[in-house]
């Protein structure tokens, strides 16, 4: 099959910094907070001496009040707050004040911390390199402030999603257990903490290595506890859940761990959210099923689990993203087994996949995955069984293959002249009636456009339409051009 659907949506970082806080002046006046703001930093772009210096002081309340301006200042300065705080060299001073005994100044700071996990590589590798990560660890796992808890599940998040070297590291260190064990018992947490260990481990996930140490043990382990949360949360505008298939997804995505996936006995609630009326678990519902189709096995439990009604309902949605993820998953399927293709057309889905291919304000990554299943068909099984090419060629197969033609994923277009191949090289009776069908179609004038497309990697193709005009059709060609 061709390029996948979820590619783009599987390399979409996690490192998300969402929350934000009002900052008030004295006199509760935003010109009053606004002249505050430009006064903690100087022309050269640091934090100017006086917060510095109380930061770094003995005084309780000096510290507090210098961690709170330094809050402030991340969420309403967001580009030029990081590199003043980098700048003034803060970052250590900043991760040593942190520390289960001061929880007023673990808030401000922490959140500090978070807003630069979010920022740049450099900004990130400042804050690795300074100790934080095990004062995520530590404040994620015991703060007596929720609100610190948050702050420290999401910078863990966005650690692990930054690179395959810091998810590595993050799970060597022990990041992974504080999310884990939140969702692991989700009744007795509070909603925000379940929603920032779900990213949390989204984020880890996101570029999880299978060379990491103790891989297999972790899967087992992650898969286990988002299996069950999955299951227990039926609340399907909760964003935890969300957050959660989209860690399912990236875990799927390595095909080792699919076999853990499916012993999680997941498959059917994953069937039934993909007809949620909430767009993003459905989305990560979805990416979840295309990933899981690459196993034979996966394929059998979806099937039983009814994912083609899902599937022929996303196909005909009018959101975009449902369109491309179930054509995605048909193109799998139809590449997958004969018993599979052979459910696959009798769900309906070569009408369905013929709308989408022939439907010029589709996308082209939608169209491609359609031609590719389509082609699929006839390729893989309509070339060596009978009776799928005659109940492809009563399906308008053959039709759908002649527009994907003209479409421009030119991996999906050299598929599809392989697929009308199928039914006019080969000897069989449907033979005649499928050459029928091509001039009925226009199939003539479409070959003879087609063999004056430039793309160079098509010049074999151009001489397969140059062929079937002239052998088949028993059409003047002259040959392509190279």
Request: hydrophobic content about 40%; proline content about 3%.
């Amino acid at each position: 099959m061709g390029p996948t659907a979820g590619d783009e949506v599987a390399n979409t970082t996690q490192n998300h910094f969402t929350e934000r806080e009002p900052a008030q002046g004295k006199d509760g006046s935003e010109e009053a907070d606004e002249s505050a703001l430009n006064s903690y930093i100087t022309d050269d772009t640091r934090i100017v001496s006086g917060i510095i210096d109380a930061l770094r002081s003995n005084d309780q309340t000096a510290r507090l009040d210098a961690a709170t301006k330094l809050h402030r200042l991340v969420d309403k300065r967001e580009t030029i707050s990081a590199q003043a705080i980098i700048n003034s060299g803060l970052i250590p001073d900043i991760v040593a004040m942190i520390s289960l005994d001061d929880v007023e100044l673990q808030v401000p700071l922490s959140f500090v911390l978070a807003f630069l996990t979010a920022g740049s590589s450099d900004n990130i590798s400042a804050v690795v390199e300074a100790g934080a990560l095990e004062k995520f660890i530590l404040i994620a796992s015991s703060s007596n402030s929720d609100r610190a808890r948050d702050y420290a599940l999401l910078s863990l998040g966005n650690l692990g999603a930054c690179s395959q070297l810091l998810s590595d590291r993050v799970i060597r260190e022990g990041g992974l257990r504080p999310p884990l064990d939140i969702l692991g018992n989700p009744s007795k947490q509070k909603d925000s903490h379940n929603y920032w260990a779900a990213g949390a481990i989204a984020g880890i996930t996101h570029q999880l290595s299978p060379d990491v140490a103790g891989y297999e043990l972790h899967i087992r382990d992650i898969t286990t506890i988002l299996a069950k949360y999955i299951e227990y949360q039926q609340d399907e505008t909760a964003g935890s859940l969300e957050a959660s298939l989209l860690a399912l997804s990236y875990i799927s995505s390595n095909e080792s761990a699919i076999d853990t996936v499916l012993e999680g006995g997941v498959i059917p609630r994953i069937v039934q959210l993909c007809s949620s009326k909430q767009a993003g678990g459905r989305h990560n519902a979805l990416q979840c099923v295309g990933f899981i189709l690459y196993s034979d096995n996966g394929t059998n439990q979806l099937i039983k689990a009814r994912i083609l009604e899902a599937l022929g309902a996303c196909i005909g949605s009018e959101d975009a993203q449902d369109r491309r993820l179930a054509c995605w998953a048909a193109s799998s399927i139809a590449a997958s087994t004969l018993d599979h293709a052979r459910a696959l057309i009798k769900a309906g889905f070569i009408p369905m996949l013929i709308n989408v291919i022939s439907n010029s304000e589709e996308s082209t990554e939608t169209q491609g995955d359609a031609a590719w299943a389509l082609a699929g068909l006839a390729c893989n099984w309509g070339h060596y069984y009978q009776d799928v090419r005659e109940t492809l060629l009563e399906e308008n197969c053959l039709e759908g293959l002649l527009s994907a033609l003209k479409l421009k994923d030119q991996s999906a277009v050299a598929m599809s002249m392989k697929g009308i191949l199928r039914f006019v090289k080969t000897g069989w009776p449907g033979r005649p009636k499928a050459i029928e069908r091509i001039e009925a179609a226009g199939g003539v004038a479409t070959l003879r456009a087609f063999k004056l497309r430039p793309e160079a990697n098509l010049a074999h193709e151009r001489y397969m339409a140059h062929s079937i005009l002239k052998e088949n059709l028993q059409q003047v060609s002259l040959p392509p051009r190279v």
